[in-house]
């Protein structure tokens, strides 16, 4: 079946520009997670999603940044008034998180590259 | 906090050579630990993981033990192949189902 989605894979913005970046989740995973991803490192966690509920925000580095999911499938991340240091890749995982160890897996999309001039 | 480190790379061996990648963590509580690999051009795959101490994670010929007494869950195989060259990360995670917390990634490049 169809695995995580991104869109769009690269995307170029100009400092001061606003972006959203989309995510299609597995379809009936519960849990949505979205990380960045800096060149050369590991991915770090921004935020979390179980169905329509974010219920952890805690990475998200500044009040720049926002997530949504409103129907509890697609997921928007939205960066407002892009910084060079924004520039990363972003991550988009989803979990079927409904019970039992192996629902917790998360499986990752390609990724959106983010580059900020 | 909670956090995991592994060992620097690039990583170089020759085919058919044995691979150790090193990987610490700190956590509180009782974290389920993970290797992900990222192929070229590919996006972060699941490779192994363990939930509990001393058990071993193993897929395709890559093993890791939970070894809770040393915070530690270095990934080894015993023969790498050409196919293998990728970038390895380990990970955590402190409540079941919940974020990963990401080492910084090991580059691996097997020659033929």
């Known amino acids: 079946g169809a695995g995580v989605s991104q869109s769009p894979r690269y995307k170029v913005a100009k400092r001061g520009q606003d972006v959203a970046l989309r995510c299609d989740p597995i379809?009936?995973?519960?849990?949505l997670f979205w990380y960045q991803q800096a060149l050369g490192q590991g991915p770090e966690f921004l935020t979390y999603f179980q169905n329509e509920a974010q219920l952890d925000k805690s990475g998200l580095p500044s009040d720049r940044f926002f997530a949504e999911r409103p129907e509890g499938s697609v997921s928007t991340l939205k960066i407002q008034r892009t910084q060079q240091e924004d520039s990363a890749v972003y991550l988009c995982?989803?979990?079927?998180?409904?019970?039992?160890?192996?629902?917790?897996?998360?499986?990752f999309g390609p990724g959106t590259r983010l580059t900020v001039t | 906090g909670d956090s995991v480190t592994q060992m620097e790379g690039p990583v170089t061996l020759s085919e058919e050579a044995f691979l150790t990648i090193n990987c610490t963590y700190t956590a509180t509580g009782y974290p389920s630990l993970f290797w992900y690999v990222q192929y070229p051009g590919e996006g972060l795959q699941l490779l192994l993981k363990a939930t509990k101490a001393d058990d071993k994670g193993s897929n395709k010929g890559f093993e890791a033990t939970y070894r809770k007494e040393t915070t530690s869950f270095h990934l080894e195989k015993g023969s790498v192949q050409v196919s293998d060259s990728a970038v390895y990360f380990c990970a955590l995670s402190v409540l079941q189902g919940g974020k990963l917390i990401f080492g910084q990634g090991t580059e691996l490049s097997v020659k033929p």
């Open positions: 995982a989803s979990s079927l998180g409904t019970g039992g160890l192996s629902t917790y897996e998360q499986y």
């Open positions: 379809s009936g995973h519960v849990s």
